[in-house]
């Protein structure tokens, strides 16, 4: 199957790659920078949480 770090490594670029639309993306000129970096690490654990979750399941189903 696969291994256990290309898994996490793409864990890493989808929860990074998130992140960074939600915190910097969709037109959020208005927040100070020190917002969107807060928002950005808010929203990468959100992500990274989520996706280890989903894949939980998914190895525990499969």
């Known amino acids: 199957m696969w ?3 290309v898994i996490g490594f793409i864990m890493l670029i989808f ?3 998130g992140g960074r639309f ?3 993306g969709r037109g ?3 927040k ?3 917002v969107k970096w807060a928002l950005f690490v808010l929203y ?3 992500l990274n949480f989520m996706a280890l979750i ?3 399941l998914v190895y ?3």
Do not use: T
Request: glycine content about 8%.
């Open 15 to 17: 929860s990074i790659g």
């Open 28 to 30: 959020n000129d208005e």
């Open 3 to 5: 291994n256990y770090g």
């Open 54 to 56: 989903l894949l939980a």
């Open 44 to 46: 990468f654990w959100v």
């Open 22 to 24: 939600l915190a910097f």
């Open 32 to 34: 100070s920078k020190q």
């Open 60 to 62: 525990k189903f499969a």
